[in-house]
């Protein structure tokens, strides 16, 4: 499996921190975005560089964000703050500016120990828990405003109206190219992994945005060239695996290794780090309330509580994408102190054990310590499914017979 | 002896002992069970060559070896590698097709697992990472009263009364045991406690995978009987008895693995 295209990617994601670093020279501002809700197209259209600060799988970082906030908190956000505290990672020294959501409370704890100790610029998006009722989509217009005003305040000049819509334009086609490439990772005879699509996604949180939307174009156009028309099958003979749960960042793939090391497959994920984020956003008005509603009303993240399970929109998108993909389990990956994903673990098992799908779910953090009993449980899980399908094979078999 | 073919083994190689067992003609013919040591290929051979040497036979007899638990990533002699987990419910359900539920507690962890009429995975849930409800808890407990791992059972079930222990990490546990011992609780009554925290914890484990009768209890662990008295109070159950030592019966689910996989791949034909 070799696209070229991410051959080119890769070489650029070397050459980006260089990038930025001559164009903050120039005069230009790096905005370090944080969160689910934070409307990039914004920070985008005012003339910064956005860039998403997601980093994980180092437990020395952890450690250290843990002398700054509290180790009960969730190994991410440690590690996040451990990483300002170093002041290492490239794109942490160009940041200017960071602006961070409060999706998850966690999030806006590591907002306020950065700003407090590390002294540095931050914006806050606040979000609002209820984030279904009409009271709160208001609230979160005005929040989203405020927003806004803050970052103008930083970039000396308003906002544009043609220059937000330019904005959503291009990253509405980065989103629709990102998907349909994403069909072509789970399709059978597959020239592009689930795993290569990811590292796609997460060099848009780093690239330039048109810059990238041009290589996403090459990449689909490669993929249709070598793959005319992709057929998502479950009879491929893969164990075919959707990952959810909390954030796997850039830097870790201790999970992702595993399930590939034990003969299974990922298929698809629901990961706000991964493909989640660019789904079903639907920008109705070109205002920074309108971008802000957009993200609102799409999946809600786990940290918003909603407590009925029939008309949970979270669950029904997990279920839409297990069936769309054909994914025969689920691996539900839960960081330590990642509450919001942990706690709701057990409900999202049992309601895709109605429609017979398994769920295992993996609590980990970023030591290596718990390397072989995860890959022990992962290894059962796929001899699971796989035991699973031959039995229904044969009884196909039989039957047919 | 006829060779034909007809032995296959399993090898479960695990934190505190490597257990192997030798089927022939679908009947346990050979076992072995040596403790492990650092060196986990050596671990395996070993238990390995004990079972072969008490059967009579070389290693080039058998048809086909499926190697299990830790130590089933460095296996060379295995031709697959299989987790304990599967295993297990193989073993289990070889003893005893009416077995749905395992609980199998081994040197370093604990499981629950769930199996189907035909002895496959169902649902399983494991303990985390630390030693809370495993061998090697006990063994520790078992050396702060400095008494022998395995009179560990017997001594608890002699208790009169229940000592409740509060701590599950291990480390807190031996020095809230050291506490209680120092307030004149009675031993036998701080095993007892022991025994029921452990047992209480491995009820949290069934809540995520529910239990079935009926219920079997694998793994070193199995062998003692307070442990045993104490799960049955927690789920309100009662174990089946196995007929063989409950060590060896990841290795006996890898030896009958070892015997389907043979037959899949045409090696041997029933």
Request: hydrophobic share 40%; aromatic share 8%; net charge negative.
């Amino acid at each position: 499996m070799s696209v070229k295209t991410l051959d080119v990617i890769r070489k650029r994601l070397e050459e980006r921190p260089d990038e930025l670093r001559r164009a903050r020279e120039n005069g230009l501002k790096v905005v370090g975005w944080v969160g689910y809700n934070v409307p990039e197209e914004i920070i985008h259209a005012l003339g910064f560089i956005p860039v998403r600060i997601a980093i994980g799988g180092d437990d020395r970082l952890v450690e250290i964000g843990a002398r700054y906030a509290s180790s009960k908190t969730c190994v991410f956000i440690r590690e996040i703050v451990g990483a300002f505290a170093e002041n290492q990672d490239p794109y942490i020294q160009q940041t200017d500016i960071l602006a961070f959501d409060a999706t998850c409370l966690q999030n806006y704890r590591a907002a306020e120990v950065i700003e407090y100790f590390f002294k540095k610029d931050v914006v806050v998006l606040a979000v609002p828990r209820n984030f279904h009722l009409d009271e709160a989509k208001e609230y979160f217009a005005h929040e989203a405003n405020e927003f806004t005003r803050l970052l103008e305040e930083r970039a000396g000049a308003p906002l544009d109206s043609a220059r937000l819509a330019e904005s959503v334009a291009l990253y509405n086609d980065i989103r629709k190219t990102l998907k349909s490439i994403y069909t072509f990772q789970a399709s059978k005879d597959n020239v592009i992994s689930w795993e290569e699509v990811y590292d796609l996604i997460q060099a848009g949180d780093l690239l330039d945005k048109r810059e990238y939307l041009s290589l996403l174009t090459q990449t689909l156009d490669e993929l249709k060239e070598r793959q005319h028309h992709p057929v998502i099958a479950s009879d491929d003979g893969d164990c075919r695996i959707f990952l959810s749960g909390s954030l796997i960042p850039r830097g870790d793939r201790k999970l992702i290794g595993i399930i590939r090391s034990v003969g299974g497959r990922i298929v698809g994920d629901d990961l706000w780090s991964g493909i989640l984020p660019h789904l079903d956003l639907d920008i109705k008005e070109i205002s920074p309330a309108g971008v802000a509603l957009g993200y609102l009303n799409r999946t809600p993240h786990a940290a918003l509580p909603y407590l009925d399970l029939e008309s949970d929109r979270r669950l029904k998108k997990l279920q839409e994408r297990l069936s769309e993909f054909k994914a025969q389990g689920v691996i539900y990956h839960t960081l330590r102190y990642c509450d919001p994903f942990t706690f709701k673990a057990k409900e999202t098992k049992n309601v895709l054990a109605k429609s017979g799908i398994p769920l295992l779910e993996i609590h980990t953090e970023y030591a290596g310590s718990d390397y072989e009993a995860m890959k022990t449980r992962v290894e059962a899980f796929v001899e699971m499914i796989k035991i699973k399908s031959e039995i229904a094979e044969e009884q196909g078999v039989l039957v047919d017979a | 002896m006829s060779i034909n073919g007809n032995y296959f083994a399993g090898v479960d190689v695990g934190s505190l002992a490597a257990k192997s067992v030798i089927l022939k003609d679908g009947e346990i013919f050979a076992t072995g069970l040596v403790p492990s040591g650092v060196n986990s290929v050596e671990s395996g051979l070993n238990a390995l060559n004990l079972a072969l040497e008490s059967a009579g036979l070389k290693q080039e007899d058998l048809t086909y070896i499926v190697g299990t638990g830790y130590g089933r990533v460095s296996a060379p002699y295995a031709n697959k590698a299989v987790t304990e987990i599967t295993c297990h419910a193989k073993g289990a359900n070889y003893l005893h097709p009416t077995v749905r539920t395992i609980i199998d507690m081994g040197g370093q962890d604990c499981k629950a697992i769930r199996i189907d009429q035909d002895g496959a995975v169902v649902d399983f849930a494991m303990n985390d990472k630390c030693a809370a409800g495993t061998g090697r808890f006990l063994e520790v407990m078992a050396g702060v009263f400095k008494v022998e791992l395995k009179d560990l059972g017997a001594i608890a079930l002699s208790a009169t009364d229940t000592v409740p222990m509060s701590s599950t990490c291990t480390v807190f546990a031996e020095s809230e045991t050291i506490s209680l011992v120092a307030r004149g609780e009675k031993p036998e009554n701080i095993l007892n406690g022991i025994h029921h925290s452990i047992a209480n914890r491995i009820a949290g484990l069934f809540s995520r995978v529910g239990i079935e009768s009926d219920v079997f209890f694998s793994g070193g662990v199995a062998k003692n009987s307070g442990m045993k008295s104490a799960i049955e109070q927690a789920l309100k159950v009662t174990i089946v008895k196995p007929e063989i030592d409950p060590q060896l019966i990841g290795a006996l689910g890898a030896a009958v693995i070892a015997r389907n996989f043979s037959k899949k791949e045409g090696l041997w034909a029933a």
